[in-house]
């Protein structure tokens, strides 16, 4: 089945995901042995052999680093076509796990609409490494979406320390300054709020005078070393510093609560605002030209976060692991 535009296809499928998001997350199996494991183990002990020959990799699997916009972790093996329906109903409950309750139904409406009721588009999950492994992890990708954790908890641990992905759009592949329907734009009007709280000096040092990164490879995520656009965070006083914490804190909202808290207090405890830089971008990428930053990146030696909102909104965000966090 084909659709014209993607307004088409909600208008014949209507709010079906919806029905996806909400009341799943008490653990899977109530009652049973499995009940003590977390949602991903459990998914894991239900492979069959065949199931884990085709989908878990090595730990150190060479696209354990890898993220973009639209990828498979596994070309072949889908989500429906490689797992029976218990298995694809606790995948969906992990996945609904790591997002905040009050975002899950338009998470969820984002990632099917993003497959245009096409299986060929459906997501692919895998592991990287064993139960035996401390970064033992479940990854989950598709068509604007790359989620990830470790998967010996259900307790978020700030993405298990690998490269995350999220994006959209609704209907028009470029959207307009208002970016109509798409879950993600709330980030971007909370970073404006932050760019406003800046003196006029430290607004006209964040505008960067050069093009945003590529989004091709590595290049998205990789992390420089030195000649960083934009605004030293160095340079912030205290107040301005909290004001950042608590402004990517927001961003991160429609994240699992444990997950915004462990990449937070990451930031603080290896003070991490000093070795940051704000910029934003006009041009084409302040769409609307309104001075209503579309296009923008947090980004440091150590971590990467580009928001790109032009023509829509694509999403990278990778803080490198400083520490081993224990499992629990």
Same mark, same amino acid.
């Given at each position: 089945? =084909?659709?014209? $535009?993607?307004?088409?296809?909600?208008?014949?499928?209507?709010?079906? @995901?919806?029905?996806?998001? @909400? $009341?799943?997350?008490?653990?899977?199996? =109530?009652? $049973?042995? !499995?009940?003590? %494991?977390?949602?991903?183990?459990?998914?894991?002990?239900?492979? $069959? %052999?065949?199931?884990?020959?085709k989908i878990c990799l090595p730990a150190n699997h060479r696209q354990r680093g890898f993220v973009s916009n639209w990828w498979y972790i596994h070309k072949d093996y889908r989500i429906n076509n490689t797992f029976n329906a218990d298995q694809r109903e606790l995948i969906q409950t992990i996945f609904d796990s790591m997002h905040n309750p009050e975002f899950r139904e338009k998470v969820n409406r984002q990632v099917e609409i993003d497959q245009y009721n096409d299986e060929d588009n459906a997501p692919a999950v895998g592991f990287f490494g064993t139960p035996d492994d401390d970064d033992f992890e479940f990854?989950?990708? *598709?068509?604007? #979406?790359?989620?990830?954790?470790? @998967?010996?908890? %259900?307790?978020?641990?700030?993405?298990?320390?690998?490269?995350?992905?999220?994006?959209?759009?609704? %209907?028009?592949? #470029?959207?307009?300054? &208002?970016?109509?329907?798409?879950?993600?734009?709330?980030? *971007?009007?909370?970073?404006?709020?932050?760019?406003?709280?800046? =003196?006029? &000096?430290?607004?006209?040092?964040?505008? !960067?005078?050069?093009?945003?990164r590529s989004e091709r490879g590595e290049a998205v995520i990789s992390k420089r070393q030195a000649n960083w656009p934009g605004l030293a965070c160095a340079d912030l006083d205290d107040a301005g510093k909290q004001r950042l914490l608590k402004t990517m804190g927001d961003m991160l909202a429609m994240f699992r609560a444990d997950d915004v808290t462990a990449t937070i207090d990451e930031m603080k405890q290896r003070n991490l605002v000093d070795q940051l830089y704000v910029s934003w971008y006009d041009g084409k990428y302040d769409v609307g030209q309104d001075k209503v930053w579309d296009t923008f990146t947090i980004e440091g030696p150590d971590m990467v976060w580009y928001f790109r909102g032009q023509p829509h909104i694509h999403c990278y965000f990778h803080l490198k692991k400083g520490r081993e966090i224990a499992t629990g």
């Amino acid at each position: 089945m =084909s659709f014209r $535009s993607r307004r088409q296809f909600l208008q014949v499928t209507g709010l079906s @995901a919806a029905t996806l998001a @909400a $009341s799943r997350i008490p653990a899977f199996g =109530s009652g $049973s042995a !499995a009940s003590s %494991d977390s949602l991903p183990m459990q998914l894991y002990k239900s492979l $069959s %052999d065949e199931q884990r020959e085709k989908i878990c990799l090595p730990a150190n699997h060479r696209q354990r680093g890898f993220v973009s916009n639209w990828w498979y972790i596994h070309k072949d093996y889908r989500i429906n076509n490689t797992f029976n329906a218990d298995q694809r109903e606790l995948i969906q409950t992990i996945f609904d796990s790591m997002h905040n309750p009050e975002f899950r139904e338009k998470v969820n409406r984002q990632v099917e609409i993003d497959q245009y009721n096409d299986e060929d588009n459906a997501p692919a999950v895998g592991f990287f490494g064993t139960p035996d492994d401390d970064d033992f992890e479940f990854l989950y990708t *598709g068509h604007h #979406v790359t989620r990830r954790c470790n @998967a010996h908890t %259900d307790m978020g641990q700030g993405f298990g320390g690998g490269p995350i992905f999220y994006g959209h759009f609704l %209907d028009e592949f #470029v959207e307009t300054s &208002e970016h109509v329907g798409n879950p993600y734009w709330y980030q *971007g009007k909370i970073f404006n709020t932050f760019v406003q709280t800046l =003196s006029a &000096e430290q607004q006209a040092q964040g505008l !960067a005078g050069v093009r945003p990164r590529s989004e091709r490879g590595e290049a998205v995520i990789s992390k420089r070393q030195a000649n960083w656009p934009g605004l030293a965070c160095a340079d912030l006083d205290d107040a301005g510093k909290q004001r950042l914490l608590k402004t990517m804190g927001d961003m991160l909202a429609m994240f699992r609560a444990d997950d915004v808290t462990a990449t937070i207090d990451e930031m603080k405890q290896r003070n991490l605002v000093d070795q940051l830089y704000v910029s934003w971008y006009d041009g084409k990428y302040d769409v609307g030209q309104d001075k209503v930053w579309d296009t923008f990146t947090i980004e440091g030696p150590d971590m990467v976060w580009y928001f790109r909102g032009q023509p829509h909104i694509h999403c990278y965000f990778h803080l490198k692991k400083g520490r081993e966090i224990a499992t629990g």
